[in-house]
């Protein structure tokens, strides 16, 4: 279950791609003075010069047709140009990628070049496709099915990039029992994690019970006049208020003195009030989208505890409604929020 934290006091495309192609010469030594490969020296100045350009030119990650590198290094002999692209695939620097029928290019940084050119072929191939797979992660038997390698190679060639921290091995809510490989530094998209509401794949019901109880107790203490709201002012000694909004004379201050607002009260707390309280009170490290908070909101209204008002933008809880049993207990250690001024 994802963490709970006491609250703090506050104020209110990808391309459709295929793995680059192998380097056609064998890969460098990954020893040097400096501990690193200086892949640039091993090429020429005008191979240089075009992967400095594809690098520096666009945001990382660019994907670069023939046409666009014709005009981005000025050179139009297209038999010129595929011998700097060659240069630099063959290093590892550059990647051809397939965009429908158009062959494609992309420049890799320079430390990525390197740990690739530190692998053996059989590992480059394997971290190629789980590269490929991006956020989705790829199963282990597609791995196989796709490099046409032994189980026992694909095996020592995940073992060894794993040991590396090159990739991680992650959980699917789909897929429970496959075992699943992306790149290290990526996040599984929510397909393949389930969002904020599963943990190590499964349903994590206690902490959707907990954030439920205590966004209706948010709402709840937007919903209601308090005791202060309706004793902070001395009501008027008169019987026709008639639980009505009154005044007092002398200080032009509004009281209520009926338990809910008048029909006329636009306060009410919005989505983007009630993510906003979520995310700086500190409830939970989990972090939560708007999307997320509405789904919330969705299963109160589903259960009868609150309702919308102002055509869907804004939410009040209904009179009478508590908070459930078994999510009471869970919440209760949150009720310090309650005592905070800016959310009464």
């Not at 192609?21 to 100045?45: T, Y």
């Not at 393949?192 to 948010?218: A, K």
């Not at 005791?227 to 209520?256: C, L």
Request: one cysteine or more; charged letters at 20%; hydrophobic letters at 35%.
């Amino acid at each position: 279950m994802p963490a709970l934290k006491a609250p703090k006091a506050s104020s209110s495309a990808r391309a459709a791609s295929q793995p680059y192609a192998m380097p056609l010469s064998p890969p460098a030594s990954s020893s040097s003075s400096s501990g690193s490969m200086h892949l640039l020296e091993n090429v020429s100045q005008p191979a240089q010069t075009m992967y400095n350009k594809m690098i520096n030119s666009m945001p990382d990650g660019h994907i670069y047709t023939q046409s666009e590198l014709t005009e981005l290094v000025g050179i139009s002999d297209p038999l010129r140009l595929m011998g700097l692209i060659q240069e630099n695939m063959n290093m590892g620097l550059v990647k051809m990628l397939h965009q429908g029928d158009d062959l494609c290019y992309q420049a890799i940084k320079k430390e990525d070049a390197e740990k690739i050119q530190s692998m053996t072929k059989d590992e480059a191939m394997v971290y190629s496709y789980i590269e490929s797979s991006g956020t989705e992660g790829i199963w282990t038997k597609t791995i196989k099915a796709k490099t046409n390698l032994h189980q026992s190679v694909v095996q020592r060639c995940l073992k060894s990039l794993e040991s590396k921290r090159y990739i991680k091995n992650i959980k699917s809510v789909k897929y429970p029992t496959r075992k699943i490989y992306m790149l290290a530094s990526l996040q599984p998209s929510i397909d393949v994690t389930g969002g904020p509401w599963f943990t190590d794949s499964e349903l994590d019901t206690e902490f959707i019970s907990s954030l439920l109880s205590i966004v209706f107790r948010y709402i709840m203490s937007e919903s209601f006049p308090t005791e202060e709201d309706r004793g902070k002012v001395p009501q008027p000694a008169s019987k026709k208020t008639n639980g009505k909004v009154t005044k007092n004379k002398k200080k032009g201050e509004i009281v209520y003195d009926q338990l809910s607002y008048p029909a006329n009260y636009r306060l009410y707390p919005s989505i983007t009030q009630i993510h906003e309280f979520i995310r700086t009170s500190g409830i939970t490290t989990v972090e939560l989208a708007q999307s997320d908070i509405k789904a919330l909101l969705d299963v109160l209204i589903y259960d009868g505890k609150i309702e919308t008002i102002d055509h869907g933008m804004t939410y009040r809880a209904i009179l009478g409604a508590t908070v459930d049993d078994e999510t009471s207990v869970q919440a209760s250690e949150f009720d310090s929020i309650w005592s905070y001024g800016p959310f009464l």
